[in-house]
């Protein structure tokens, strides 16, 4: 919730219409779906370059922004943040999206 209220220009987050935070950028003009789970899909980019361009500027926010304190669950490894976000790219419907685990 804090990163809807910094950018509130861009990010929208209303749970009972939608699980996730939708974050509008402008330039490239992609939006981000993030959830409380940590996972974020990258959609409406029409270069894989938009992709990327969109994530070097969406990082440093995505970090910032982090779950901290996060009670981690008997059996399951805790994830490290990386340096750089992984994901695969896929097509469907036209449009590029990338998922990324654990940011």
């Known amino acids: 919730e804090g990163l809807v209220y910094a950018h509130s220009t861009f990010a929208s987050y209303e749970p009972e219409l ?17 959830f409380v789970s940590g996972k974020v899909v990258i959609t409406g980019a029409r270069k894989e370059k938009d992709l990327t361009d969109a994530l070097t500027k969406m990082y440093p926010v995505l ?41």
């Open 63 to 103: 970090v910032e922004f982090r779950k901290q304190n996060i009670t981690p669950i008997p059996g399951i490894p805790t994830p490290a943040i990386a340096a750089a976000p992984t994901g695969g790219a896929s097509t469907q419907n036209g449009e590029t999206q990338r998922e990324m685990e654990e940011v």
């Open 18 to 34: 939608f699980p996730g935070l939708i974050y509008r950028l402008v330039s490239p003009r992609v939006v981000f779906l993030i």
